[in-house]
T-cell receptor
Framework: AQKITQTQPGMFVQEKEAVTLDCTYD???????LFWYKQPSSGEMIFLIY??????QNATEGRYSLNFQKARKSANLVISASQLGDSAMYFC???????????FGAGTRLFVKA | NAGVTQTPKFRVLKTGQSMTLLCAQD?????MYWYRQDPGMGLRLIHY???????AKGEVPDGYNVSRLKKQNFLLGLESAAPSQTSVYFC???????????FGPGTRLTVL
């Protein structure tokens, strides 16, 4: 069965440091996409980064990069040079073509300290 | 370009009442989704649509119905609201099956 696991309910990071948010997934579908979304305290869902299952290179978007290890079924989000505005809930999600469905992990709450 | 909009933003219902949540998108996306978000559980897919006139069940469809009569609109109905349906409801759309989803601002629903 498809599943997304985020094992870190909460994380603290010092401003300007890098932080890694963990995400592991399980699927038998060879074609899938992995996503990270940010949800600030205001409640909206903001798309951050996407990685396709056939992509050879790790995705990067500004200060965000996705550490994709296909054999280990992990898709960790790396935020470089953390900012106070990065404090938010972060969700890992997966979409796949077989038996179409999108599933989300339970989320990791990130706190950036000044 | 408004993106994805949801109506209403807040609603309080009594057990047994019915209501419809409206989602509209102006990006000409084929795919639309309804999720609910409960504390500690992330987002769970209720129903989705892969095009005008089509709907399909997601992970937690019981107690909800949907319709997609027009490509830009996706309606979520609660026929007989229950306290277990107290949640934040998000609508989203995407251009394809494996693409980023664009989310609406959410509707906070409380069922007493």
């Amino acid at each position: 069965a498809q599943k997304i696991t985020q094992t870190q309910p909460g994380m603290f990071v010092q401003e300007k440091e890098a932080v890694t948010l963990d995400c592991t997934y399980d699927t038998s579908d060879p074609s899938y996409g992995l996503f990270w979304y940010k949800q600030p305290s205001s409640g909206e869902m903001i798309f951050l980064i996407y990685q396709g299952s056939y992509d050879q290179q790790n995705a990067t978007e500004g200060r965000y990069s996705l550490n994709f290890q296909k054999a280990r079924k992990s898709a960790n989000l790396v935020i470089s040079a953390s900012q106070l505005g990065d404090s938010a809930m972060y969700f890992c999600a997966m979409s796949h073509t077989g038996g179409f469905k999108t599933i989300f992990g339970a989320g990791t709450r990130l706190f950036v300290k000044a | 370009n408004a993106g994805v909009t949801q109506t209403p933003k807040f609603r309080v219902l009594k057990t047994g009442q019915s209501m419809t949540l409206l989602c509209a998108q102006d990006m000409n996306h084929e795919y639309m989704y309804w999720y609910r978000q409960d504390p500690g559980m992330g987002l769970r897919l209720i129903h989705y649509s892969v095009g005008e006139g089509t709907t399909a069940k997601g992970e937690v469809p019981d107690g909800y119905n949907v319709s997609r009569l027009k490509k830009q609109n996706f309606l979520l109905g609660l026929e007989s609201a229950a306290p277990s349906q107290t949640s934040v409801y998000f609508c989203a759309s995407s251009p394809g099956q494996i693409n980023e989803q664009f989310f609406g601002p959410g509707t906070r629903l409380t069922v007493l």
